[in-house]
């Protein structure tokens, strides 16, 4: 199958489940990882670090019929657990149908389980400790941080994530190259670690939220019984990470905004300081392919802010239907790289653009009645029409729908919401206007 051969960049999230894909087609794999085999492990002092899964990557993971290792690492968070700043707690489901939850897992285990898979299905070969760091044309060359230096095949996959090589290879070669658009605001870690008896120190199927209007803090739970914290705050400015500049001042801002956390937080303040800021941002990128020859899956085409946990369940869906494409053009891999760029490319700025909407969603419009009010209305909406209005997280979490047509379908509804007058519903107008605008879902 020499011919065959697809070299992927990238061992992350996405870049061993398209190995694993692409494998059980039949094709020889070679995946370049920067990093070393995270499997070995040298110490145990690496944080939990989770995400959340939900019904896209549930699905893609399913084609790679690797779901059922996956299934068991799995927490259900059934919605949002909203910590006021008074110290109330107000639970707001995601859904009416209680099928509907999105899972929290360690990315270590899950990234851990791609790369065993990958590794397993003999067709793919891993080389950790190659960094790729040029693209060299005259040679056809892949060039890598260790000197070594391979011939480039026909089909090269970008999976390198936010800062991606091939990305940035593909931008030194046409007229549109991508942009980044950096987010005011950073994240930070934390841990809340299991109580003496070992017990979650919260309710642990809940994805917990304290809106603070500007920033917010959320913790999701870990299988060993901790929590994982991530605050987003301001760079700089009055309220930032800027101006937490000692231990003092750290103790001081948990004391006034997230005084029922501060006891349960551990090693604090010390690891405020201990853990790096994270930088957040979103690529917009108009060239998912190059030449026929390259392909960016993943953050490395089109990375976005986390305020809709979709980044990772996004990549695998890009691995989905890349496959779907592939499937559909056998042999054709011009036809397959023009076509997944076309599909793709307005649901990756579509999530984007969601994502973005939702960091103020979560960090301000979760205590807000109206938000409150809009979502009661739209509940009995979709209970009224099923296939044609569904809430937007719910169509965004739960489903396949594609992210554009969902954005689509999201200012519609909006607009509804404001003609309906949500404070006195005119529920006569509501389904005039539904069964005019809205298309029933296929
Ligand atoms: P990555 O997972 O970043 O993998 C890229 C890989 O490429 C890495 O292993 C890297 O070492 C390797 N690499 C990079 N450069 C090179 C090189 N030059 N040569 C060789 N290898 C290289 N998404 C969700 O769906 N749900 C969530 O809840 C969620 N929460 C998030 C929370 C935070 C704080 C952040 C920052 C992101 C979150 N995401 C979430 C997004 C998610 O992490 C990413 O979308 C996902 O990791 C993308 O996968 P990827 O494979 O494209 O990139």
């Given at each position: 199958?020499?011919?065959?051969?697809?070299?992927?960049?990238?061992?992350?999230?996405?870049?061993?489940?398209?190995?694993i894909?692409?494998?059980?087609?039949?094709?020889?794999?070679?995946?370049?990882?920067?990093?070393?085999?995270?499997?070995?492990?040298?110490?145990?002092?690496?944080?939990?670090?989770?995400l959340?899964?939900?019904?896209r990557?549930?699905?893609?993971?399913?084609?790679a019929?690797?779901?059922?290792?996956?299934?068991?690492?799995?927490?259900?968070?059934?919605?949002?657990m909203?910590h006021?700043?008074n110290?109330?707690?107000?639970?707001?489901?995601?859904?009416?149908n209680?099928?509907?939850?999105?899972?929290?897992i360690s990315?270590?285990?899950?990234?851990?389980?791609?790369i065993d898979?990958?590794?397993?299905?003999?067709?793919?070969?891993?080389?950790?400790?190659?960094?790729?760091?040029?693209i060299?044309?005259?040679?056809?060359?892949?060039?890598?941080?260790?000197e070594?230096?391979?011939?480039?095949?026909?089909?090269?996959?970008g999976?390198?994530?936010?800062?991606?090589?091939?990305?940035?290879?593909?931008?030194?070669?046409?007229?549109?190259?991508?942009?980044?658009?950096?987010?005011?605001h950073?994240?930070?870690?934390?841990?809340?670690?299991?109580?003496?008896?070992?017990d979650?120190?919260?309710?642990?199927?809940?994805?917990?939220i304290w809106?603070?209007e500007?920033?917010?803090?959320?913790a999701?739970?870990?299988?060993?019984?901790s929590?994982?914290?991530?605050?987003?705050?301001?760079?700089?400015?009055?309220?930032?990470?800027?101006a937490?500049?000692?231990?003092?001042?750290?103790?001081?801002?948990?004391?006034k905004?997230?005084?029922?956390?501060?006891?349960?937080?551990?090693?604090f303040p010390?690891?405020?300081?201990?853990?790096?800021?994270?930088?957040?941002?979103?690529?917009?990128?108009?060239?998912?392919?190059?030449?026929?020859?390259?392909?960016?899956?993943?953050?490395?085409?089109?990375?976005?802010?986390?305020?809709?946990?979709?980044?990772?369940?996004?990549?695998?869906?890009?691995?989905?239907?890349?496959?779907?494409v592939?499937?559909?053009?056998?042999?054709?891999?011009?036809?397959?790289?023009?076509?997944y760029?076309?599909?793709?490319k307005?649901?990756?700025?579509?999530?984007?653009?969601?994502?973005?909407?939702?960091?103020?969603e979560?960090?301000?419009?979760?205590i807000?009645k109206?938000f409150?009010?809009?979502?009661?209305?739209?509940?009995?909406?979709?209970?009224?029409?099923?296939?044609?209005?569904?809430?937007?997280?719910?169509?965004?979490?739960?489903?396949?729908?594609?992210?554009?047509?969902?954005?689509?379908?999201?200012?519609?509804?909006?607009?509804?919401?404001?003609?309906?007058?949500?404070h006195?519903?005119?529920?006569?107008?509501?389904?005039?206007?539904i069964?005019?605008?809205?298309?029933?879902?296929?």
């Amino acid at each position: 199958m020499k011919n065959n051969k697809k070299i992927i960049i990238g061992s992350g999230l996405s870049g061993p489940l398209l190995a694993i894909l692409l494998s059980n087609r039949g094709y020889d794999v070679d995946l370049y990882e920067k990093r070393s085999d995270q499997r070995v492990k040298t110490n145990n002092s690496d944080r939990s670090i989770n995400l959340a899964l939900s019904h896209r990557g549930i699905q893609a993971l399913k084609s790679a019929n690797i779901f059922d290792q996956v299934d068991p690492l799995l927490i259900p968070m059934k919605g949002r657990m909203v910590h006021l700043i008074n110290g109330e707690v107000e639970f707001q489901p995601y859904s009416v149908n209680s099928c509907d939850y999105i899972n929290s897992i360690s990315r270590r285990s899950l990234n851990n389980i791609l790369i065993d898979n990958a590794e397993q299905s003999h067709n793919v070969k891993i080389y950790f400790n190659h960094s790729l760091s040029q693209i060299d044309k005259l040679r056809n060359q892949l060039i890598f941080s260790n000197e070594k230096k391979i011939l480039m095949s026909n089909h090269i996959f970008g999976a390198d994530g936010t800062g991606s090589i091939i990305r940035k290879y593909i931008d030194s070669n046409t007229n549109t190259p991508s942009r980044s658009d950096p987010l005011g605001h950073n994240y930070k870690e934390l841990n809340i670690a299991a109580s003496k008896n070992g017990d979650f120190q919260l309710e642990p199927n809940a994805l917990h939220i304290w809106p603070r209007e500007g920033f917010m803090l959320i913790a999701l739970p870990n299988m060993d019984k901790s929590f994982t914290c991530t605050l987003f705050l301001n760079k700089k400015g009055k309220v930032s990470f800027e101006a937490l500049k000692d231990s003092n001042l750290v103790v001081d801002f948990f004391n006034k905004y997230f005084s029922d956390v501060l006891p349960l937080l551990d090693n604090f303040p010390q690891n405020f300081f201990a853990n790096p800021n994270g930088k957040l941002g979103t690529i917009y990128s108009d060239n998912w392919q190059y030449n026929n020859q390259f392909c960016l899956i993943g953050d490395a085409a089109h990375a976005i802010v986390p305020f809709f946990g979709q980044g990772m369940n996004a990549s695998f869906e890009d691995c989905e239907i890349l496959m779907k494409v592939i499937d559909e053009n056998q042999g054709n891999w011009n036809k397959v790289f023009q076509k997944y760029n076309q599909i793709r490319k307005p649901d990756g700025d579509a999530i984007a653009q969601m994502a973005i909407e939702n960091y103020l969603e979560m960090r301000d419009l979760v205590i807000k009645k109206n938000f409150l009010q809009e979502k009661e209305i739209s509940n009995i909406l979709w209970e009224n029409f099923p296939n044609r209005f569904i809430p937007r997280y719910n169509m965004v979490s739960f489903t396949s729908i594609p992210y554009s047509e969902i954005y689509k379908r999201g200012k519609i509804q909006k607009e509804i919401l404001e003609k309906i007058n949500i404070h006195n519903p005119d529920y006569k107008l509501a389904e005039k206007l539904i069964n005019k605008k809205l298309a029933p879902i296929k």
